[in-house]
């Protein structure tokens, strides 16, 4: 009996523990909800104070640098456009070992600022239009919070506010903020659609997302399941305006003279167990070409592949890193670990990967790609299904040879079947409006705060009364 009864106790007490919170939770967000009603937003603790010429503050909340991509063409516009104030934040991240740890937020922001020649400060400078500020001590110990930063807007590079610092959650920035997000990944496989709709943690995801005031999603297939798996009581706007980040590896120039060497771009998933990873089956093949001079190669990790401060999820242990580390020491062998695929995009004559976003990217660039398929069945969805169909598809380290053999013989002809449905592919799969994503995103939050103070004037006229409670 005491074997039944002992692991009973603290299972029964977390499950009471975490209804007290849901209903503490809950009692929160319609507090929340009530500023966001017609008319209510000056409820919002950083609107109280609106006027006719005051700049849209917006603030950029990066946890993670290799999300930031996705934020940084906005942040770039906005911060050379006179009608917004910018603050780039740089924060830490709470990872496996229960610690917090600067998963790469802080080298992102280094990039950023030297983009727009401005300075990285740890204080916040109530006068200046723009910032660049790492918001955390060498300690990882928060210096700056939401009451602090009196912005009016919240972009965030992932929605998971469990992985933040206390005082950061979504509940804490919405109360002074309006929450918005521009999706960093791209939904790829079917398994997402299970996460979204069966899986047993999707309440845990619907809570996550329903403090955000606008998705900016990059096409209709990415808003319909947004929306089909929103929260019923969440005021979510979803908002079709193509991609920041598609757009620039669109329109970047990524191009390079094929030479008769092949330099191969190989980027994999990373997690023990993960059926969709490919890295056992190719990776000692490719190193092997590039040892008999046959290819250049660069490999990308996946950043939870090595990074010991991130738990015990790693394929490799450190030991096995640091040994695989030592073989890119050689001729033809390249590691890349930036924060950015540019360069590597850049250099690359085929890029391959699994199931990952890279390959959206890499069709985008209008670079060769070669999907890594590993056969579990049912494994993509239907929008990456055509996509695909620019792609070479290889299932096998066999098939992989014959592929890479006919690349290396005749480079052009073997691409030219893929080459004849893009213009296909890029119509049916992308949205891309005519005046670019970021005028999208911009014009929203114009309208948006035009319509805060709209609201607020009439209800200073005599005789008007509150609507809000």
């Known amino acids: 009996m005491k074997k039944i009864i002992k692991p009973f106790i603290p299972s029964f007490l ?33 609107f109280t104070n609106l006027e006719q010429t005051s700049k849209i503050k917006v603030l950029f909340y990066n946890d993670w640098g290799g999300s930031w991509e996705a934020l940084e063409p906005l942040a770039l516009a906005l911060s050379k456009n006179e009608n917004f104030e910018v603050i780039v934040l740089a924060m830490p991240t709470l990872v496996q070992s229960g610690n917090f740890y600067d998963l790469g937020a802080t080298k992102a922001l280094q990039e ?29 110990q928060v210096t700056l919070y939401p009451e602090t930063i009196q912005a009016h807007y919240c972009f965030t590079t992932r929605p998971y506010d469990s992985l933040r610092p206390h005082g950061w959650s979504n509940a804490d920035i919405a109360e002074r903020m309006k929450l918005c997000r521009v999706e960093y990944g791209m939904f790829f496989m079917a398994l997402h659609l299970g996460f979204l709709y069966d899986d047993p943690s999707a309440p845990w995801y619907h809570r996550t997302n329903r403090y955000y005031d606008f998705l900016f999603l990059p096409d209709t297939f990415h808003r319909d399941i947004m929306v089909s798996c929103k929260d019923k009581s969440a005021y979510t706007n979803f908002i079709v305006t193509g991609s920041p980040r598609l757009e620039t590896f669109r329109q970047g120039d990524f191009s390079k003279p094929h030479t008769e060497k092949l330099t191969l771009f190989y980027t994999s998933r990373y997690a023990k167990g993960d059926p969709y990873g490919t ?17 250049n190669f660069i490999y ?18 450190e030991t096995q890193w640091r040994d695989f580390v030592a073989r890119f020491e050689a001729s033809n062998l390249y590691l890349d670990t930036n924060p950015s695929y540019h360069d590597s995009f850049q250099k690359a004559d085929v890029i391959i990967s699994d199931a990952s976003s890279t390959i959206v990217y890499a069709f985008l660039a209008n670079k060769p790609v070669i999907y890594t398929q ?20 290889v299932d096998a380290l066999d098939s992989m040879r014959e592929l890479i053999v006919e690349l290396q013989n005749d480079f052009h002809g073997t691409l030219a079947p893929l080459l004849c449905r893009r213009e296909k592919i890029l119509k049916e799969c992308f ?39």
């Open 112 to 140: 950023f600022s030297k983009k727009i020649h401005t300075p990285i400060t740890y204080t916040l400078d109530v006068n200046a239009r723009v910032q660049c500020i790492v918001g955390f001590d060498s300690q990882m």
């Open 14 to 46: 977390f499950r009471i523990r975490r209804k007290i919170y849901d209903y503490l939770e809950d009692q929160r967000f319609k507090k929340v909800c009530q500023t966001r009603k017609v008319g209510c937003s000056r409820a919002i603790k950083n």
């Open 374 to 393: 590993n056969l579990v069945g049912g494994e993509l969805n239907g929008w990456a299904v055509k996509i695909l169909q620019g792609c070479f598809i």
């Open 300 to 317: 990308r990790p996946h950043p939870n592949m090595y990074d010991t401060e991130l738990g015990n999820h790693n394929i490799l242990d």
């Open 431 to 469: 949205y891309f409006p005519p005046e670019g994503s970021i005028q999208c995103v911009a014009d929203t939050l114009k309208a948006d705060y035009r319509n805060i103070i709209s609201h607020a004037s009439a209800k200073s006229l005599p005789k008007t009364k509150s609507s809000c409670t």
């Open 279 to 295: 890295f056992f089956t190719f990776i000692e093949y490719f190193i092997q070409l590039a040892n008999e001079d046959k290819i």
